[in-house]
């Protein structure tokens, strides 16, 4: 039988349902978690002093821009009540695989090598996006024009009618096309916030989802390079190797909301 204990006291004392459960003696990094939230897109005195910062004020576009242009593709995001919005394209030209003809992923000025990532995000019915990582804006506009990033990628999905959720690796929280989530899933209905955490360091990298942990990885090894060389990355030369890159909001041309955007370099 698995022994567990419970994470922080303060758990405990706000609410059953924050306390998260990991088995003894495991040495698995923990997420990003507050028991005491600050409000949307702020910091708490402790989320400063362990070194997390905002990649998004709640007001501007200040440290983000598209991938392959200059600016914000303004007819592609907007920010609205304190949130990030892809606005949706309703009928505009698509590609094969349901990308906008012409899209408008929206990237981080800055790159990051070690980092912990944390974010909320909401998506509307039927909808399709992703949190992208360890992208190469000059790997993405060489080997997809349309301003579409390459990088590994956090599955966001409305699980219960986008046609994505027919692929186990294509539901929300996997590694996209590479990992499915595990069954700790709990993914909240369409309309109301989930709180996402990724962890990239050295070749290891975690997707959290509401607390509880999906996928786990570690570059390099025999299990990944096969899952790779099986994935839409097969033909991508060195797609695996940089250690360096963007942190990308898709456009995959449905609504999504984007709030609480922190990292932390680590």
């Known amino acids: 039988m698995t022994t567990y204990y419970t994470i922080g006291l ?20 923990l997420p990003h978690t507050s ?15 362990d070194g997390w910062r905002l990649l998004f004020d709640g ?30 394209n309703g009928q505009v030209p698509r590609m094969a695989d349901g990308q906008p003809l012409v899209g408008g992923d929206l990237m981080t000025k800055e790159s990051f090598n070690d980092f912990e990532l944390s974010w909320e995000w909401k998506i509307g019915r039927g909808g399709n996006s992703g949190v992208k990582y360890n992208v190469s804006e000059d790997l993405s506009m060489a080997a997809a024009p349309n301003h579409a990033a390459l990088g590994f990628e956090y599955q966001l999905l409305d699980d219960s009618l986008n046609d994505d959720n027919k692929v186990p690796s294509h539901r929300a929280g996997a590694l996209y096309d590479l990992i499915p989530p595990n069954a700790r ?19 290891h990298g ?4 509401n607390g509880s942990k999906l996928v786990e990885f570690d570059l390099g090894t ?9 994935s839409k990355y097969r033909n991508i030369k060195n797609f695996a190797q940089r250690r360096t890159g963007h942190i990308v909001l898709q456009d995959h041309g449905e609504e999504v909301y984007f709030r609480n955007i922190k990292i932390r370099v680590l």
């Open 10 to 29: 303060a758990c405990a004392i706000v609410t059953a349902a924050c306390a998260r459960q990991v088995p003894m003696g495991t040495t698995e990094t």
């Open 35 to 49: 028991f005491f939230p600050a409000p949307a897109n702020t910091l708490s005195a402790a989320e400063q002093r």
């Open 59 to 88: 007001k501007t576009f200040i440290g983000w821009r598209g991938l392959g242009y200059d600016s914000v593709p303004t007819a592609h995001w907007k920010i609205e009540s304190g949130a990030i919005e892809k606005i949706p």
């Open 185 to 203: 899933k709990t993914l909240r209905p369409v309309g109301e916030w989930n709180s996402s955490a990724l962890v990239f360091r050295g070749n």
């Open 206 to 209: 975690e997707h959290w989802l």
């Open 222 to 230: 025999p299990l990944m390079d096969s899952l790779l060389a099986a």
